[in-house]
Nanobody
Framework: QVLLRESGGGSVQAGGSLRLSCAASGYTPSTACMGWFRQAPGKEREAVARIYLASSATAYADSVRGRFAISQDNAENTVYLQMNSLKPEDTAMYYC????????????????????WGQGTQVTVSA
């Protein structure tokens, strides 16, 4: 399976920016989608952004649309999450994940559809 390693997390003040990176190795032909998820204490894991690798089509959670952007660098086998205008409610552990399939070119939203995960990188936004 593909191995994923997240980096770029940290502590910032509200309104600041961070850029998360997800470096992939052992990338398999069956990987169709990459996603960024986050989980805060006491809350369920939620999809933040997804990208369909074949077309670079993206999807975002309503809470981050317009502030976050997911992108891929095929040459480096890396997926990024640019996070701008950060808010305290963005504080969470952020995970990179890979899914084997997509439905009609759309990446799944449920974490259960992703079978390979990185270890996570912490993002903390202070008021």
């Amino acid at each position: 399976q593909v191995l994923l390693r997240e980096s770029g997390g940290g502590s910032v003040q509200a309104g600041g920016s961070l850029r998360l990176s997800c470096a992939a190795s052992g990338y398999t032909p069956s990987t169709a989608c990459m996603g960024w998820f986050r989980q805060a204490p006491g809350k369920e894991r939620e999809a933040v952004a997804r990208i369909y690798l074949a077309s670079s089509a993206t999807a975002y959670a309503d809470s981050v649309r317009g502030r976050f952007a997911i992108s891929q660098d095929n040459a480096e086998n890396t997926v990024y999450l640019q996070m701008n205008s950060l808010k305290p409610e963005d504080t969470a552990m952020y995970y990179c994940a890979a899914a084997r399939s997509a439905t009609f070119g759309w990446c799944p939203r449920s974490p259960g559809n992703y079978d390979n995960w990185g270890q996570g990188t912490q993002v903390t936004v202070s008021a």
